[in-house]
C-alpha cells in the first residue's frame, strides 16, 4: 500500500495516474512524478519536454502524443 505522501505533490496537490501520457501527474501544477521531461510537451524546466526529448536523440513517431 503506497504511504500518503507519496500521492502528494511538492505544491500541494496529489498525483493521478494520467492514462494520456501514462505518468503520475500532479491534479494542481501537472508535476510528473519523478520525470524530467514527457513526449506529451510536459517538462519540469518549463520548456517543450517533447522538443527536449528529440534533441535528447528520442525517436518520437508523429502519432505519438
Same mark, same amino acid.
Given at each position: 500500500?503506497?504511504?500518503?505522501?507519496?500521492?502528494? =505533490? %511538492? =505544491? $500541494? $496537490?496529489?498525483?493521478?495516474?494520467? /492514462?494520456? =501520457?501514462?505518468?503520475?501527474? !500532479?491534479?494542481? =501544477?501537472? @508535476? %510528473?512524478?519523478?520525470?524530467? /521531461? !514527457?513526449? !506529451? $510537451?510536459?517538462? +519540469?524546466?518549463?520548456? @517543450? $519536454? /517533447?522538443? &527536449? +526529448?528529440?534533441?535528447?536523440?528520442e525517436?518520437? &513517431? &508523429?502519432?505519438?502524443?
Amino acid at each position: 500500500m503506497a504511504v500518503e505522501s507519496e500521492k502528494k =505533490c %511538492h =505544491c $500541494g $496537490g496529489s498525483y493521478d495516474f494520467s /492514462r494520456y =501520457c501514462g505518468a503520475d501527474t !500532479c491534479t494542481k =501544477c501537472d @508535476n %510528473h512524478k519523478g520525470m524530467a /521531461r !514527457c513526449f !506529451c $510537451g510536459w517538462s +519540469l524546466s518549463g520548456a @517543450n $519536454g /517533447r522538443q &527536449e +526529448l528529440i534533441e535528447m536523440g528520442e525517436t518520437i &513517431e &508523429e502519432g505519438d502524443y
